[in-house]
């Protein structure tokens, strides 16, 4: 039988501009291509400007990751200046940080992910009184009662009854690959609800410190907010008891509801342990505030690990980082064939492609809109998992412990994190390392106010004047989907060149000179095992590309204003 092909435009639920373009043969995926459809053009915008004001436009590369840009660019400007910071504005960032990711980790989870393994419908069957004794047996979470899983299935009964799924629209209800009983279904969908209103509530710390969410307000040398226990305007005790309890809301949900359902559902989909294994090197910088897996800076090493090889850390350079534009709508003055560090990239669009709308953009050499990052020649996996393992191979105490205990309840192997189950899990697990980092970053942070450490803003280098005639700069932050770094050069006050490598563009990119799959693709194609057992509901599909958490527009960004369609839709 002839190979086929399958396309999936857009895979994401929520932020699109993926495409995956498939090959299948005997019910396994025999080739992949990951198709970003949209282009970034942030870097030209920045050319000319002020460096001090570009933390607040690359935070308008996406709505969703928009903190984690700030401050890669104030780090890459400061970076360049040399600019020192006020300790309790280090303290406000890394706050903010860890409540960003622990935040985007569980929406990831519920609203993005866990419907690849929840049947929703399913729910519909289930007895809240056997749902309340299940959750019980996980955590005791207030709200674990047959009356609330009761009023839950309730409103979904209501829903359905009216024709109308709301939320839960589109969905492959009735694959024969969902194995969740339905109590376990019941018990997801609530907590789906649950986490809706939980992370509306937790994070208003950026609000309180930014003064607004999305796009919280940022400072190249400090923090736009002040410290002043008896002004009712500033950061005083009424708002630090607040920012209080959103720390310990956070840490309650993650420890009582998130991390319990991801190791009950996981335990009913290990199979998942050994599909989409992607690239077997990961990359983990850490930066200050915090640091991999949510540990203090200092405490952990940027490293690779290398061919799953657990136990050993390669050091990490920042020289050996090169972008290629092989399979990518890019020109660069030298050819398709040379990489470009960052401080020399180039970011100059050029469309090959076909005029939408199309069957297949695979068909070409150039199909997509994402550059490929490799290290020393190499493609890298980039995320939680990542960080997890580079924590783990330097014998990180906490996220050894934390690790190790998860896996041997699984009955699992530090390497098969590398995978589509691995990469949920890790997430999991993180969002626990961090949110027990929070709560100490918090308290150091309170104890640094009693001591008289108030001030939030560094003056010195402010002005112009002060600065170098030429500087460059690079700012690493060690974001929800992975690394992210900016880098920066500057001339006479000016930013002259600026560059993004983002989470999204180490995952999602193409082929390089080298014919080397990207960690997306690689996670499907790259050993021939990866399932599909119905091409017109590509389950499996979804749930490996999900679990990397694809982030699109920190990839690529431009608007088609004229509503082209991109190509049929077949998932969502």
């Not at 194995?179 to 309180?208: G, S």
């Not at 972008?323 to 960052?342: C, F, L, V």
């Not at 199309?358 to 020649?377: E, F, M, V």
């Amino acid at each position: 039988m002839a190979a086929q092909r399958i396309v999936i435009d857009p895979i994401t639920r929520i932020e699109g501009h993926l495409r995956i373009e498939l090959e299948t043969d005997g019910g396994r995926i025999s080739n992949a291509w990951a198709c970003t459809t949209q282009f970034r053009g942030i870097e030209k915008i920045l050319q000319g400007r002020d460096p001090r004001d570009a933390w607040a436009m690359v935070q308008r590369i996406c709505g969703v990751c928009t903190g984690v840009h700030a401050m890669a660019s104030i780090r890459a400007v400061e970076d360049a200046l040399k600019y020192p910071v006020p300790r309790a504005a280090e303290m406000i960032r890394a706050l903010m940080m860890e409540m960003g990711t622990i935040q985007d980790h569980v929406i990831h989870f519920y609203h993005l992910h866990a419907l690849d393994w929840v049947d929703v419908v399913s729910a519909l069957k289930a007895d809240p009184v056997q749902t309340a004794r299940l959750a019980a047996s996980l955590s005791d979470w207030p709200t674990n009662s047959a009356a609330h899983f009761g009023a839950v299935r309730k409103k979904l009964q209501d829903s359905v009854a009216g024709g109308q799924y709301s939320l839960f629209s589109n969905g492959y209800w009735g694959h024969p690959d969902y194995k969740l009983p339905p109590e376990a279904n019941l018990m997801a969908v609530a907590h789906y609800l649950e986490a809706l209103e939980w992370q509306r509530d937790v994070i208003r710390l950026q609000t309180i410190f930014g003064g607004k969410n999305p796009h919280p307000n940022f400072l190249v040398g400090g923090m736009a907010c002040s410290i002043n226990m008896d002004n009712q305007i500033t950061i005083n005790q009424v708002s630090l008891a607040q920012l209080e309890g959103m720390v310990q809301r956070a840490r309650d949900f993650v420890e009582k509801v998130y991390c319990p359902d991801v190791m009950a559902i996981t335990s009913f989909y290990k199979e998942y342990a050994d599909i989409g294994l992607s690239s077997p090197n990961l990359m983990a910088v850490g930066e200050g505030g915090y640091s991999c897996a949510g540990v203090p800076a200092g405490s952990l090493k940027p490293g690779i690990v290398t061919d799953d090889a657990v136990t050993k850390l390669n050091p990490f350079d920042l020289t050996k980082i090169a972008e290629y534009i092989t399979s990518s709508w890019y020109a660069y003055p030298d050819g398709d064939k040379a990489g470009r560090h960052p401080w020399n990239g180039e970011t100059n669009p050029r469309y090959t492609g076909p005029a939408p709308p199309y069957i297949h953009l695979s068909d070409n050499q150039k199909y997509t809109w994402c550059k490929a990052p490799r290290y020393d020649g190499t493609a890298m996996q980039v995320g939680p998992n990542a960080r997890l393992m580079v924590a783990y191979a330097q014998g990180h105490a906490a996220t050894v412990k934390l690790l190790d205990d998860a896996l041997r309840q699984l009955g699992l192997k530090p390497s098969q994190l590398n995978s589509t189950l691995g990469r949920t899990l890790g997430r999991a697990l993180e969002s626990q390392l961090m949110a027990r980092r929070m709560t100490e970053t918090f308290d150091a942070f309170v104890e640094g106010i009693r001591q008289g450490n108030v001030s939030t803003f560094n003056s010195e280098r402010w002005e112009p004047d002060s600065w170098p005639k030429s500087a460059q700069g690079v700012g690493f932050v060690e974001a929800a989907r992975g690394t992210l770094s900016h880098w920066v050069q500057i001339e006479n006050h000016k930013i002259v060149r600026y560059e993004c490598v983002v989470p999204s563009t180490w995952n999602s990119s193409g082929r390089d000179p080298q014919g080397q799959m990207g960690p997306y693709e690689h996670a499907l194609a790259g050993n021939g095992r990866h399932p599909l057992r119905d091409p017109q509901r590509p389950l499996e599909v979804l749930r490996t590309i999900h679990s990397f958490d694809p982030c699109q527009s920190c990839a690529v960004h431009m608007t088609d204003l004229r509503g082209t369609p991109l190509g049929e839709v077949i998932a969502r």
